[in-house]
């Protein structure tokens, strides 16, 4: 199969086709970069705007915790309630961080790889187990990439770590000298600055990363113009039995063209490479119609038919081929053929009128105008 095919290199594009599979079962570009990085900013932003709040309810619920009347310490159920109690406030207390964290895991892939859940992407695949598929993905491109950015990251975060720890050594040496609550809220207040600028030094990583994963997932999803060619079979179907429809869907129109010969007034040919079976109804009809039309063979056909059929023959080679390739089947003359067709059906019904009458046959008209736009239309006379 093309899929399995790996003799071809993949230098085509993908096909929607492909990128909409590939979206079905999950597989769209993806950054751990970006998901770490915007949960670690909204964490460190929540604690720096809730830090506060957050802490002063924790250091609440412990005074609370340890402050006990003596009565409670020999009530076992008593204080199984009361720590209950207190982590329930203390899980309420932290919720609005949570929230923002979760709102933070949920943004990276969606803004990434957009909001689409397939059960295919978490379904368990036994390749991944194979040691060898493992030792490839290690030393591929991927996983190079994957130790750069550790590498990085490492070096990134020592460094920032180390400028930080310097420039606020004398702020941690003096919080030993700071009232005990105080102490506590300068403290946090370092760690949370401190945490928000080692969460912005993986921005950097961030942006070296989408465009390298939306890159290599375009990469991956390449076909061989095998594949290309297979799927466009699949999609629109094998030449040969897409020929056969079309022979077939032909051979009906033509029999049921055929059909309204007789019903024609008049069939204009080339003499013998076209034929036209126009036909008119002044009460049903605003302008002559077409119903039937071909060359060669079926021009054949047609005038045999119409023969049979008494309908009388027209032979006027310009105005044949400019009704023939100006017009189809089941469709009213062009404007500009109205004058020349009219001469010819007032033709028509002189011969008609004048055969029930044994008159002497009328001369058929010539130089019949033809617009000079749609003679050039036609291709030139084979006759």
């Known amino acids: 199969m093309a899929e399995n095919d790996t003799s071809q290199e993949k230098t085509e594009q993908p096909t929607p086709k492909r990128l909409r599979e590939a979206r079905e079962k999950g597989q769209v570009a993806s950054s751990r970069e970006l998901n770490t990085t915007l949960v670690l900013l909204a964490g460190a932003g929540g604690l720096l705007l809730m830090g506060g709040p957050i802490f002063k309810g924790l250091q609440e619920i412990l005074r609370r915790s340890w402050t006990l009347e003596r009565e409670l310490l020999f009530d076992t159920s008593?204080?199984?309630?009361?720590?209950?109690?207190?982590?329930?406030?203390?899980?309420?207390?932290?919720?609005?961080?949570?929230?923002?964290?979760?709102?933070?895991?949920?943004?990276?892939?969606?803004?990434?790889?957009?909001?689409?859940?397939?059960?295919?992407?978490?379904?368990?695949?036994?390749?991944?187990?194979?040691?060898?598929?493992?030792?490839?993905?290690?030393?591929?491109?991927?996983?190079?990439?994957?130790?750069?950015?550790?590498?990085?990251?490492?070096?990134?975060?020592?460094?920032?770590?180390?400028?930080?720890?310097?420039?606020?050594?004398?702020?941690?040496?003096?919080?030993?000298?700071?009232?005990?609550?105080?102490?506590?809220?300068?403290?946090?207040?370092?760690?949370?600055?401190?945490?928000?600028?080692?969460?912005?030094?993986?921005?950097?990583?961030?942006?070296?990363?989408?465009?390298?994963?939306?890159w290599n997932h375009h990469k991956e999803l390449r076909m061989t113009k095998q594949q290309v060619k297979d799927e466009f079979k699949e999609t629109e179907g094998k030449p040969e039995v897409k020929s056969r429809i079309r022979q077939t869907q032909q051979e009906i129109a033509s029999r049921r063209m055929m059909t309204e010969v007789p019903k024609a007034d008049v069939v204009v040919t080339n003499p013998t490479h076209y034929a036209v079976a126009l036909r008119y109804d002044q009460e049903g009809m605003r302008a002559p119609r077409v119903v039937a039309k071909g060359a060669d063979l079926i021009a054949a056909e047609i005038r045999q038919r119409a023969r049979a059929a008494g309908v009388p023959l027209f032979s006027a080679p310009p105005l044949a081929r400019a009704l023939y390739f100006s017009t189809r089947v089941d469709q009213e003359i062009p404007a500009g053929l109205y004058v020349a067709v009219a001469h010819v059906l007032a033709y028509v019904y002189q011969l008609r009128t004048a055969g029930q009458a044994g008159a002497r046959q009328p001369e058929p008209p010539t130089d019949l105008p033809v617009p000079d736009e749609l003679q050039r239309r036609a291709r030139p006379p084979e006759d």
């Open 78 to 214: 008593a204080l199984h309630e009361m720590l209950q109690m207190r982590i329930t406030e203390g899980l309420v207390m932290l919720l609005p961080l949570f929230l923002v964290l979760m709102v933070a895991a949920v943004l990276g892939p969606l803004a990434l790889g957009g909001g689409r859940f397939s059960g295919k992407a978490v379904a368990p695949k036994w390749s991944k187990l194979n040691p060898g598929s493992g030792l490839k993905r290690i030393f591929s491109l991927q996983g190079l990439m994957e130790f750069s950015k550790t590498l990085v990251k490492f070096v990134l975060i020592a460094a920032i770590a180390g400028a930080l720890l310097w420039q606020l050594s004398g702020a941690l040496i003096g919080l030993g000298h700071q009232p005990l609550e105080r102490g506590l809220m300068h403290a946090g207040y370092m760690i949370g600055w401190t945490f928000l600028s080692l969460a912005a030094t993986l921005i950097l990583v961030a942006l070296v990363d989408v465009p390298f994963q939306l």
